[in-house]
């Protein structure tokens, strides 16, 4: 099964990097400078930000279905990062390395299946996800510090 994995659309975040500091931290934004490699994934270009790289640390909604699985969780977006990363039938940086937790949802936003999968193990992961039946589509998270990686579609 074909899947299409795409980062998080680049204009909704550019208008933060204008703010100065204390504009962003009445957002609960923090501006950082990427400090190590990997260790600041961008979840707009879905790659780990260069070291002294400006990033911003913010809450992201990712899950807004009004059930009891909404959620939303700190990410990171670059500066730097002005397209979404988008593939299909491929992963992109920021999910190598990394545990991954995938979790299938229903068109209603309800969750029906998870599991852990690492590299290269996990294409074979999505897959499994996506044909469970019901499941409209998946997220993506590290499975250690819980954080939204991306979305996860069947490809047309």
């Given at each position: 099964m074909s899947f299409v994995i795409s980062g998080l659309p680049a204009e909704n975040f550019a208008p933060l990097f204008a703010l100065d500091d204390a504009a962003l931290a009445a957002r609960g934004v923090v501006r950082r400078k990427a400090t190590a490699k990997p260790g600041?994934?961008?979840r707009i270009a879905l790659r780990d930000a260069e070291i002294g790289e400006?990033?911003?640390?913010l809450n992201h909604a990712h899950q807004t279905a009004d059930t009891?699985?909404?959620?939303s969780y700190a990410i990171y977006v670059s500066k730097?990062?002005?397209a979404a990363w988008t593939g299909e039938n491929t992963l992109p940086p920021a999910m190598l390395g990394r545990p991954i937790a995938l979790r299938?949802?229903?068109e209603s936003g309800m969750l029906l299946n998870a599991e852990i999968a690492r590299d290269e193990a996990l294409p074979a992961a999505i897959e499994r996800q996506l044909a469970t039946p019901s499941a409209a589509y998946l997220h993506a998270h590290n499975a250690a510090h819980g954080c939204f990686v991306t979305r996860i579609d069947r490809a047309a």
């Open positions: 600041f994934p961008c400006t990033v911003l640390l009891p699985y909404r959620s730097s990062a002005v299938a949802f229903d």
